[in-house]
């Protein structure tokens, strides 16, 4: 870690370092103060363009009025009430927003990603009385051990952890294609895997409750698959009578420009995990299906927070602002400009491998002249962009990832990618 950049942020780093749990990793010692829209402040008084949104969370800015005000106004009548044993109007009112934009009608709340894939996992278990999974090599999907199966991101993450038996297939890498096959002639030979190996030699489909997939491999490194891929996992999961889960938890919530992400491919989960933005910066999580599904037993499942009544304000003002402020449509626009001045930086650095997105979820990733992946040089420009005042995070092996606040203007992207472009020259030197 580098120096703290002042005695204020060094005196919270060290007391961080005496009782904060040693398993959390942060790359650079930013300290965080405040923030308002896309701008943080750390407690030195620096300025930064946010260029993560606190973990592809805050999509409707930082400090947002109509979020702060619902979240005001509900803590001044009650804060939590336990609603998985009584009744309250805020989740009911969320989980029929939540019905209405996205066609499920049947809602799980939690409180992180990790417990909605959790509670999917589950839910894929009682319904199809089945206890394996398929994930891919690569996905990200939480933390605790359920999730943590499906997890193929970093071995770390892993080691000496029980699973729930998991099978990996492959993503549709297509930079690094893991069959080196050229897209649009290999047939998808990617998601053809789980059929022609998968289910052959390892794992019956009368085994398998469920496949869980990201509709764009976020940690695994912002990648974007071809239309083709979720539509054959689909095909995939009805001709052997499995359920399809989407892990929309990091790309979800208007971020490629859609509501779901996987409506830009045209297809439609049985299952649908929701969380990160979801809750506008209180911890929301959300499990979404349909009634022929969902329709397990009282005390099945449950938790004590799910439901919680100042998250559920939070999350009902968030999702309202998105839909009015039309954040699907601005997240579109300014995520094809991002990627066309990062494409004018890939032709003058050759660093720049591949640059790839669906709206505000950008992924630039750095490569030795040899193409391979150079994680080296990708953790020096973020460390320089801090430097420079932009907050960058990567992802996968040798990527940087460019998740903002969907709230940001073209001024401020400019702003933050002039920045981008020093830190770049000055990790190149
Ligand atoms: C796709 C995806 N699924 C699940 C998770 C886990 O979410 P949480 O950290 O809220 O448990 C993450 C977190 O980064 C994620 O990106």
């Given amino acids: 870690m580098i120096e703290p950049p002042g005695p204020t942020a060094r005196n919270i780093i060290e007391r961080d370092c005496d009782v904060i749990s040693s398993c959390l990793a942060r790359p650079y010692p930013l300290v965080i103060e405040k923030a308002q829209g896309v701008t943080i402040t750390d407690v030195e008084?620096?300025?930064?363009?946010?260029?993560?949104?606190?973990?592809?969370?805050?999509?409707?800015?930082?400090?947002?009025?109509?979020?702060?005000?619902?979240?005001?106004?509900?803590?001044?009548?009650?804060?939590?009430?336990?609603?998985?044993?009584?009744f309250a109007e805020p989740p009911v009112k969320l989980a029929e927003k939540l019905a209405q934009m996205t066609h499920y009608d049947r809602v799980f709340f939690c409180n992180s990603g990790t417990e909605s894939v959790e509670a999917a996992?589950?839910?894929?278990?009682?319904?199809?009385?089945?206890?394996a999974l398929i994930g891919f090599y690569g996905g990200f999907h939480g933390r605790t051990l359920g999730?943590?199966?499906?997890?193929?991101?970093?071995?770390?993450?892993?080691?000496?952890?029980?699973?729930?038996?998991?099978?990996?297939?492959?993503?549709?890498?297509?930079?690094?294609?893991?069959?080196?096959?050229?897209?649009?002639?290999?047939?998808?030979?990617?998601a053809a895997y789980i059929e022609d190996v998968i289910f052959k030699r390892e794992l019956s489909p009368d085994d398998t409750a469920a496949i869980v997939v990201e509709p764009i491999q976020g940690e695994?490194?912002?990648?974007?698959p071809p239309p083709e891929f979720h539509k054959e996992v689909r095909r995939i999961c009805d001709d052997h009578n499995v359920l399809m889960v989407a892990d929309e938890i990091q790309a979800g919530c208007y971020r490629t420009g859609t509501f779901m992400a996987m409506e830009n491919f045209g297809v439609r989960a049985d299952i649908v995990c929701m969380a990160k933005a979801i809750g506008g910066g209180l911890p929301m999580g959300v499990m979404l299906s349909d009634s022929d599904i969902m329709d397990w037993p009282p005390g099945i499942h449950s938790n004590?927070?799910?439901?919680?009544?100042?998250?559920s304000a939070a999350s009902l003002a968030t999702l309202e602002f998105m839909e009015k402020e039309e954040l699907g449509n601005q997240a579109k626009d300014l995520g094809m400009y991002i990627v066309q001045r990062l494409e004018e930086m890939q032709a003058e650095y050759p660093g720049i491998g591949d640059v790839r997105g669906l709206g505000l979820m950008i992924g630039v990733e750095m490569v030795k002249p040899d193409g391979?992946?150079?994680?080296?040089?990708?953790d020096r420009i973020i460390l320089e962009g801090y430097k420079e005042g932009i907050i960058l995070l990567s992802c996968g092996d040798s990527v940087i990832r460019f998740s903002p606040p969907l709230v940001m203007t073209r001024e401020e992207a400019d702003e933050g990618l002039d920045r981008f472009e020093a830190a770049l020259k000055r990790a190149l030197l």
């Fill in 372 to 378: 391979s992946i150079d994680p080296d040089i990708r």
């Fill in 45 to 86: 008084g620096k300025e930064y363009i946010d260029f993560v949104a606190g973990i592809a969370v805050m999509n409707t800015g930082y400090s947002n009025p109509a979020v702060s005000d619902a979240i005001t106004a509900q803590l001044a009548k009650i804060s939590h009430c336990g609603f998985p044993d009584f």
């Fill in 220 to 224: 695994g490194g912002y990648i974007v």
């Fill in 121 to 131: 996992i589950k839910l894929a278990m009682w319904k199809t009385r089945r206890q």
């Fill in 147 to 190: 999730s943590l199966s499906l997890t193929s991101s970093k071995v770390r993450q892993k080691i000496h952890f029980p699973a729930i038996r998991t099978v990996h297939s492959h993503y549709a890498y297509c930079y690094r294609c893991p069959f080196n096959n050229e897209y649009p002639g290999c047939g998808i030979q990617c």
């Fill in 304 to 311: 004590t927070f799910g439901g919680n009544l100042l998250a």
